[in-house]
């Protein structure tokens, strides 16, 4: 469905490059103009410092965990590129790159292929 017009594909990476550009897609994307003031703002309240504080959003509301180890993981961690290689095993991350391969490999979504 990714060819639908209601459909909008964003990445992590694509927001840590140029965040500001990201904003003015999404205001595009849903059809509202946004200026100078606003996209810097936006940029600003969605930048990974202010997210990352915001309880609501690092799922830290949620203490209903089972056990404390679970109360102490933070949704947002460190807001790095790649840092997913230093919290999945070797075995984890070769299973997810045979699954990326199998379902993806060979058609046109471009996102599957750097992630290495």
């Known amino acids: 469905m990714r060819h639908e017009d209601h459909i909008l ?5 694509d927001m840590k490059k140029d965040l500001a550009a ?6 595009a994307f849903l059809g509202r103009d946004v200026n100078e003031e606003q996209v810097s703002w936006l ?17 830290e509301t949620l203490r209903m965990a089972p056990t404390q180890e679970a109360k102490e993981i933070k ?3 460190k807001g790095k590129v790649g840092d997913w290689r230093n ?3 070797k075995e984890q ?3 997810f790159k045979q699954w990326t391969l199998k379902y993806l490999q060979g ?10």
Request: charged content about 25%; overall charge negative; hydrophobic content about 30%.
């Open 9 to 13: 594909f964003l990445r992590y990476e």
């Open 22 to 27: 990201v904003v003015r897609q999404v205001a």
């Open 43 to 59: 940029t600003h309240h969605c930048s990974f410092e202010e997210m990352s504080k915001n309880p609501a959003v690092n799922y």
């Open 75 to 77: 949704f947002m961690r």
């Open 87 to 89: 919290h999945l095993t």
């Open 93 to 95: 991350q070769k299973a």
């Open 107 to 116: 058609t046109d979504f471009p996102y599957y292929q750097d992630y290495e």
